[in-house]
């Protein structure tokens, strides 16, 4: 599997930062999440970000980090879930990786992460679920460029194990 990253993307709350540890610890590989580096980056949350500068400029913060993320090898990379609006992005994290979309029904995302004490800016709205479902269907196409769909719902061994075995038969195994 050498010379390749693992990179994967889904709406926020399908699980990738976790899947993606659990993945990288497996196959001996650094594991990193975008939207970590991009607040140690810029020193402060996501959420402040959106609250002090706005979502363009998370949007370019997010693809500095996503070219040069992409320049390394055997990584494992979590995106944030709206990573794929910028097709520019997407080619990027192609060009060295393998493309896998944790999906997830849009009740099931609302369910993860109500319970979740992480600020989610894009769903301070009166209806989260309803723009679950909006968002979800603005990025449905660009997440359906993966090379992978994954069914996120199973527990974190699954999924882990369901992005091994799909990675091996992509490799030739």
């Known amino acids: ?3 390749w990253n693992i990179v994967l993307i ?3 709350g399908s699980g990738k930062t976790t899947v993606g540890r659990e993945v990288a610890r497996r196959l001996g590989w650094s594991f ?11 020193g402060k949350s996501i959420a402040a970000i959106f609250a002090d500068e706005g979502e363009d400029h998370f949007r370019r913060l997010e693809k500095e980090v996503v070219c ?12 944030g879930g709206g990573v794929v609006k910028d097709g520019d992005n997407l080619r990027t994290l192609a060009a060295t990786g393998v493309l896998f979309w944790l999906r997830l ?6 369910r993860r992460i109500r319970g979740q004490q992480v600020v989610r800016p894009l769903l301070e709205v009166a ?8 968002l979800l269907q603005e990025r449905e196409s ?11 719902k199973g527990t974190v061994d699954a999924v882990a194990d369901a992005i091994i075995a799909k990675m091996n038969r992509w490799r030739g195994r």
């Open 1 to 3: 599997m050498s010379s």
């Open 10 to 12: 889904g709406f926020m």
């Open 32 to 42: 990193v999440d975008t939207d970590d580096e991009i607040e140690r980056g810029a």
């Open 68 to 79: 040069r993320l992409a320049a390394s090898k055997e990584r494992v990379i979590a995106t």
């Open 105 to 110: 029904e849009p009740e099931e995302i609302y």
């Open 127 to 134: 209806d989260p679920l309803g723009e679950i479902r909006r």
């Open 142 to 152: 660009s997440y359906a460029k993966a090379d992978f769909i994954i069914d996120g």
